[in-house]
């Protein structure tokens, strides 16, 4: 996809989001405590961004994962209280690379429309399944589950189960809110107590199952990832604002080297941040690994974007620490996209694994 | 797994053709010596130079020398999109650099294609190609960061200059024939605005030299003592008091290349270093640290070369590249210090024994501590790491600038 495309598509994504997630409507939300903008979902929907990673085939606009970075970057950037990261950067390509075509039938359509929101749950505790009836019944227990509060379905796994399916969210599910320190988003624990498996909903069983469910992390770990790079971006912006408004010592601060050079880390980082983001989406265009793509967004991106987002804090000064600016809240969700979907550490394993399993295999 | 990475780099080279490849990297196949790391490991300097004129003599003979020269100036005329193509085969064969002939093929050529005359381009450019060695006379004791203070002076007299002062970090001055050289042609302009750009022949009377052992132990550098030294009007480049700006204008597209080259080196050199790893059983890889940091080096890596290849398509589409330039270049250093870091800590006490230093490989000679002390050159040499984040906060954030000492 060609960069004037992507240019266009993040600008209108910033226009809409300008308008429609304002810091003064971001206020009135949290201000009553909400976890989610549904107008500004429904908004998103009516533009078809929940079909913007699903082939046209599937009632979608084409599988460009470019496109679905560059618009998960705006959202992080406006803070905005969207289930579009669990359903559609995470569950959406979670379900089509199942390559199950019954559950992909039955399922994405109604996902690319809007009418579904799906999020997932890959550490599921006590993931069982029994059968009744002929239909599959799911129980466990799953904790810091995304929008699970609004999400219609879920997708369950775990380390050791031996499947991984779409369950509904419903009264046979309980959620509860976490009250996540990030409150732009909603965290959640699930207790799942013999829930049928929707229709043609059993994405994988058998052999396919650990590669399904580490495939689905990687899509989670690296839309965390362009979600931090946006966040990170504008809190480095309100920084440099503040550098130059701000003066103490007769000078504005952002002259001094000591604001100026962290400033310039801040750029260098968010550089290689934004980098290694791209290229994981590049690489899921081109046919790549989705694991290696997210591993390596998450091993530079992850620690960095916090770490950008804690300097924007600490270039505030005591302005930065207040409620009322928007730095506490750029820096609490780039902690928890650092923390969501395995942490960089983790995720800086599986790349020496790979490479010490398959080291000469890149050239 | 990384193929898919490569091919997504820069949009505008992948268009070129395939077969300039497939041409360079058979000629390659063909001649980068095997084994020639192990035996330069440990060459003397005259073994060294010996072997980089060898190696320019072969990429001459293979149209591989001046692919960025015009065509009439007996160059390849390539596109920028085709030099990549030549920069990464190079770093993927792992061929020797021609660092000897550096100077001689990049800063000064561009130079005079862009602000020489046509008597010093019909003079300079073919006499490259025949092996004449270029230094590059800039920084002084007392001008390095500030290099704009520089005060080598240059008084007119008939019919040239007398040049006095004394230069430092001129690399490869012991084998230069000549030097691009900045002075001072007016102390009483503002210090950007009276210095001038000059062509000095190293063999004038009044040129004295002292090699400068670097802390690899390599003397790669000389410091260059200048008494009353005349150089004629015809070796200004440019107009007078116009240098500053000049040697400013020139580096845009080889910063770009060179940062290609050296970011695909660096990513041999890290797999090297894991093939090293994967064969070596005494090598401990348990360690939660290891693991952590060598995963790190890599997506680091990986990450800088996806900067690089929108670098190169900056490049490619308006044939320069701006301030994201300096980015790339602390980027790419601190990289590469963390790598050699990496390698030396891995490798443990073994590291810590020279096997003779390995020249002429750039920064990834796998060498070790020879890469980790080498790694500093990039850290400090091409305006220091602290300099660039001056110019991005400044260039690129629009930051105001630090208010200057009254002197």
């Known amino acids: ?191 799942l107590d013999r829930v049928p498996v929707v229709p043609d909903g059993l994405l994988a069983d058998g052999v396919s199952v650990q590669a399904l469910r580490r495939t689905g992390l990687a899509f989670g770990a690296l839309s965390s990832m362009a979600d931090a790079v946006g966040t990170a ?3 480095l912006e309100l920084a440099v604002e503040h550098a130059k408004e701000r003066r103490q010592f007769n000078r504005p601060i952002g002259s001094f080297q000591a604001v100026k050079h962290r400033l310039a880390d801040m750029v260098i980082a968010l550089s290689s941040s934004r980098s290694a983001v791209n290229r994981g989406f590049v690489a899921l265009e081109q046919g790549g690994s989705a694991v290696e793509a997210a591993a390596v967004a998450k091993s530079v991106a992850g620690d960095a974007c916090a770490a950008i987002c804690g300097d924007a804090v600490q270039v505030h000064g005591g302005m930065g620490f207040t409620w009322e600016h928007a730095a506490h809240l750029h820096l609490k969700r780039a902690k928890l996209d650092q923390a969501m979907f395995g942490r960089p550490r983790s995720h800086r394993q599986i790349l020496t694994q790979i490479l010490l399993d398959d080291g000469c295999a890149y050239a | 797994m990384t193929e898919a990475a490569t091919t997504a780099r820069h949009n505008a080279v992948a268009a070129t053709s395939d077969e300039l490849r497939d041409e360079v990297r058979a000629w390659l196949a063909g001649h980068v010596p095997d084994g020639w790391r192990e035996r330069q490991s440990g060459a003397t300097q005259d073994e060294y130079t010996e072997f980089q004129r060898w190696w320019f003599a072969e990429m001459r003979s293979g149209g591989y020398l001046v692919p960025h020269w015009p065509k009439e100036h007996g160059g390849g005329g390539f596109s920028i999109a085709e030099q990549v193509v030549l920069h990464e085969e190079v770093a993927r064969a792992g061929a020797p650099r021609l660092q000897l002939h550096f100077a001689s093929l990049y800063h000064l050529p561009a130079t005079l294609l862009h602000a020489g005359s046509e008597a010093q381009i019909a003079r300079h450019l073919p006499a490259i190609l025949e092996g004449t060695v270029w230094c590059q006379g800039f920084s002084e004791p007392e001008a390095g960061s500030d290099l704009a203070s520089l005060r080598t002076r240059a008084k007119a007299v008939d019919g040239g200059y007398l040049i006095s002062g004394q230069k430092l970090w001129t690399s490869m001055a012991e084998y230069a024939d000549w030097c691009m050289l900045l002075a001072r042609t007016d102390p009483t302009a503002p210090p ?40 004629p009007n015809d070796c200004l480049v440019g107009a007078v008091n116009d240098g500053w700006r000049i040697a400013q204008s020139t580096l845009s597209a080889e910063r770009g290349l060179t940062m290609l080259e050296l970011t695909e080196r660096l990513r041999f050199g890290f ?52 301030v994201e330039a300096s980015v790339v270049k602390v980027i790419y250093s601190e990289a590469l210090q963390r790598f050699a870091t990496l390698a030396v800590e891995l490798e443990g006490l073994p590291a810590q024994i020279s096997r003779g230093l390995l020249l002429g490989a750039g920064w990834e000679s796998g060498h070790a501590m020879q890469d980790f002390i080498n790694s500093w050159m990039w850290t400090i040499a091409g305006g220091t790491n602290e300099i660039q984040r001056n110019v991005i906060g400044e260039r690129m954030l629009g930051l105001p600038r630090e208010p200057r000492a009254t002197l």
């Open chain 1, 233 to 235: 971006e504008r809190a």
């Open chain 2, 192 to 231: 950007h605005h009276g210095i001038s750009l000059f062509l000095l022949d190293m063999r004038s009377p009044g040129v004295e030299l002292r090699a400068l052992r670097q802390a690899s132990g390599a003397a790669e550098f000389c410091e260059l003592f200048l008494d009353d030294v005349f150089v």
């Open chain 1, 1 to 191: 996809m060609s960069t004037s495309e992507l240019d266009e598509i993040r600008d209108v994504a910033r226009d809409l989001l300008k308008h429609r997630s304002s810091p003064d409507q971001r206020h009135a939300l949290l201000d009553a405590g909400a976890r989610h903008d549904l107008s500004l979902w429904q908004e998103i929907v009516a533009l078809g961004w929940a079909g913007i990673a699903v082939p046209e085939r599937h009632g979608g606009v084409g599988l460009m994962a470019s496109r679905l970075g560059a618009v998960m970057g705006e959202l992080g950037r406006a803070l905005a209280m969207t289930p579009f990261t669990s359903s559609v950067g995470c569950a959406v390509p979670t379900i089509l690379a199942s390559d199950n075509l019954d559950a992909i039938e039955s399922l994405i359509p109604r996902l690319a429309a809007g009418e579904l929101i799906a999020t997932v749950a890959f550490d599921t505790t006590d993931l069982t399944v029994t059968t009744s009836d002929g239909q599959l019944l799911v129980s466990g227990t799953a904790r810091f589950v995304l929008d699970a509060d609004i999400a219609d379905v879920l997708i369950v796994g775990s380390a050791d189960a031996p499947f991984v399916a779409v369950v509904p969210l419903s009264e046979r599910a309980t959620v509860t809110p976490h009250g996540g320190w990030d409150p732009t988003r909603s965290l959640c624990s699930v207790r």
């Open chain 2, 271 to 322: 797999r090297r270093l894991v093939e090293q790893l994967a064969a070596d059983d005494s090598v401990e890889l348990a360690d939660a640290w290891s693991r952590d940091a060598l995963g790190a080096s890599y997506a680091e890596l990986e990450a800088l070369r996806y900067l690089c290849g929108q670098l190169v398509d900056q490049l490619v589409a308006h044939g320069g590249v701006g």
